[in-house]
C-alpha cells in the first residue's frame, strides 16, 4: 500500500512566484520527512527535511511545514526560479532511514 | 570519491541472463541503501545495510534478488534470471549514520529485452 501520496503529478508555476508541493501520509509512526529533487538521469539530491517534533524548518528559499494531525506536510519554494524545474519526491521514515517515497511532482518553471 | 558512484550505469540484459550493479558508497557512510525505481514512480526500498550486515531485506521481489557488502563499503546488487518486469532504475544510497539524510547514486538503469 502507498503510506505517502503525492496527488499532483505536476505542476506549472511563473518564475519568481511561490512553488507549493503538497504530501498526504498515512503511517502514524513516520518521524522523519524529507523533500528530494531529482533532474532527469541524475539520483534524487536531498533538498530539506524535518523531525515529527518540528512544524517548519526553512532552509533558503524552501520552507517546509508539518501538520501531524493532518498527516500532512508541504514544501514551499520562493522565489521560484527556472532551476527549480525538476521532480519532487516526498518521503517518510519510522525508524533507521528505510525511506517510503511519494509518487514524485513534476514541477515547471516558466520564464 | 565525492559522492555515491554507481556501475554500470546503464545495462542492457537479454531475459534470463544474470546482472550485478555495483555501489560504491561516500566513504565511512555506515549505512546503505538499495531501491528500485520504475518509470513514473518514486523510489522502492529493497534492501539495508549497516557496515557488513544486511538488516533488512524486506524490499527484494523475489529470491532471484540478492545483495551483498562483504566489507562494509562496495556493495553489489545481483540479479539471476532477469525477467521484463526487472527492467527500472535501480539507485544506491549511503548515509553517515542512522536517521541522517541519505545521499544518492545517479543510478543503473536496467532495460531487460
Known amino acids: 500500500d502507498q503510506q505517502v501520496k503525492q496527488n499532483s503529478p505536476s505542476l506549472s508555476v511563473q518564475e519568481g512566484r511561490i512553488s507549493i508541493l503538497n504530501c498526504d501520509y498515512t503511517n502514524s509512526m513516520f518521524d522523519y520527512f524529507l523533500w528530494y529533487k531529482k533532474y532527469p538521469a541524475e539520483g534524487p539530491t536531498f533538498l530539506i527535511s524535518i523531525s515529527s517534533i518540528k512544524d517548519k524548518n526553512e532552509d533558503g528559499r524552501f520552507t517546509v511545514f508539518l501538520n501531524k494531525s493532518a498527516k500532512h506536510l508541504s514544501l514551499h519554494i520562493v522565489p521560484s526560479q527556472p532551476g527549480d524545474s525538476a521532480v519532487y519526491f516526498c518521503?517518510?521514515?519510522?525508524?533507521?532511514?528505510?525511506?517510503?517515497f511519494g509518487a514524485g511532482t513534476q514541477v515547471v518553471v516558466t520564464p | 570519491g565525492a559522492g555515491v558512484s554507481q556501475s554500470p550505469r546503464y545495462k542492457v540484459a537479454k531475459r534470463g541472463q544474470d546482472v550485478a550493479l555495483r555501489c560504491d558508497p561516500i566513504s565511512g557512510h555506515v549505512s546503505l541503501f538499495w531501491y528500485q525505481q520504475a518509470l513514473g514512480q518514486g523510489p522502492e526500498f529493497l534492501t539495508y545495510?549497516?557496515?557488513?550486515?544486511?538488516?533488512?531485506k524486506s524490499g527484494l521481489p523475489s529470491d532471484r534478488f540478492f545483495a551483498e557488502r562483504p566489507e562494509g563499503s562496495v556493495s553489489t546488487l545481483k540479479i539471476q534470471r532477469t525477467q521484463q518486469e526487472d527492467s527500472a532504475v535501480y539507485l544506491c544510497?549511503?548515509?553517515?549514520?542512522?536517521?541522517?539524510?541519505?545521499?544518492f547514486g545517479q543510478g543503473t538503469r536496467l532495460t531487460v529485452v
Open positions: 518521503a517518510a521514515t519510522d525508524s533507521w532511514g528505510k525511506l517510503q
Open positions: 545495510f549497516q557496515n557488513e550486515a544486511q538488516l533488512d
Open positions: 544510497a549511503s548515509s553517515i549514520d542512522v536517521n541522517t539524510e541519505a545521499f
